[in-house]
């Protein structure tokens, strides 16, 4: 199993989860080399990718209440203060009363800033048609994941559509990740995640409204749930704002866990604007 990672080589803490257990990284990929942990507490954080791990900040407790009460997620062992490294993200779409942009932020389970996103390239036009009707949906969107330094990390694009949504996902230069497709329109959506051509997971609907979601993998293991959140009744009625969990069950190999983390902002994009019909 591979990551994309500078990590050196050395133990660390087992990528899925067995208690006090170390794993041997080689400084490429995950061995089979396993060892008893002595000091767990001690041990060292898993391999990651980023600008290293974020000082601790307090907590926000309406984050907190997203996560565990609505999402109903269990509180995690904090990761690696990343967008790649953490096990729980909280995706929170900005509240507008006309939304012409997509913009999130995205944060840990605590409500630490992890990073944004935001559609790029928008024409005056493609705003003109997203504030009168619903055309806009039928063309090319592009979506920029930037990390808490404004870094470029993915870019997501979802080219003109007239059915079913695609997704591309590639890295800043420009270097293909993989695509998300969406495989049906009735019923419980479902998305494919595919890698040159093959199939590495899938993204399946939970409920007709599209509002949970199970991602699995090549092998139809789930390896990550998106929950939606409600973000309450005034903001239901007068906003676009959409609010999401990832929870990401164990330490994925790329580019599966690019392909996861873009998720969470594909699906809602897709699905939303799908929704809303001709104007």
Do not use: C
Request: net charge neutral.
């Amino acid at each position: 199993m591979t990551t994309h990672s500078n990590t050196p080589a050395g133990w660390y803490p087992d990528p899925h989860g067995a208690p006090q257990t170390l794993r041997y990284w080689d400084g490429s990929q995950w061995t089979d080399h396993t060892n008893a942990d002595q000091q767990a507490p001690a041990a060292p954080q898993v391999p990651h990718q980023g600008h290293g791990q974020q000082p601790a900040a307090a907590s926000d407790p309406r984050v907190q209440r997203q996560v565990q009460q609505q999402a109903g997620v269990a509180p995690n062992a904090a990761g690696g203060g990343s967008l790649f490294t953490e096990p729980v993200l909280v995706v929170n779409q900005k509240a507008k009363l006309i939304e012409l942009t997509n913009e999130y932020k995205v944060m840990d389970q605590h409500g630490n800033l992890l990073g944004a996103v935001t559609e790029v390239g928008q024409s005056a036009l493609k705003k003109i048609l997203r504030f009168v009707s619903s055309l806009d949906q039928f063309m090319t969107h592009r979506l920029e994941i930037r990390d808490a330094h404004g870094q470029p990390q993915l870019l997501l694009t979802r080219p003109a559509k007239f059915l079913k949504s695609r997704v591309i996902v590639s890295r800043p230069d420009g270097s293909p990740v993989g695509e998300i497709v969406q495989q049906n329109m009735f019923g419980k959506i479902n998305f494919a995640m595919n890698v040159n051509g093959q199939q590495v997971g899938a993204i399946k609907a939970e409920n007709w409204r599209a509002w949970n979601f199970a991602i699995v993998d090549h092998a139809d293991k789930e390896v990550a749930r998106i929950t939606k959140t409600w973000e309450g009744l005034a903001k239901t009625m007068f906003t676009t704002a959409d609010n999401y969990v990832l929870q990401i069950h164990f330490q994925l190999p790329e580019p599966l866990l690019s392909l996861v983390v873009a998720t969470a902002l594909t699906v809602d994009t897709a699905l939303k604007q799908d929704s809303r019909g001709l104007g």
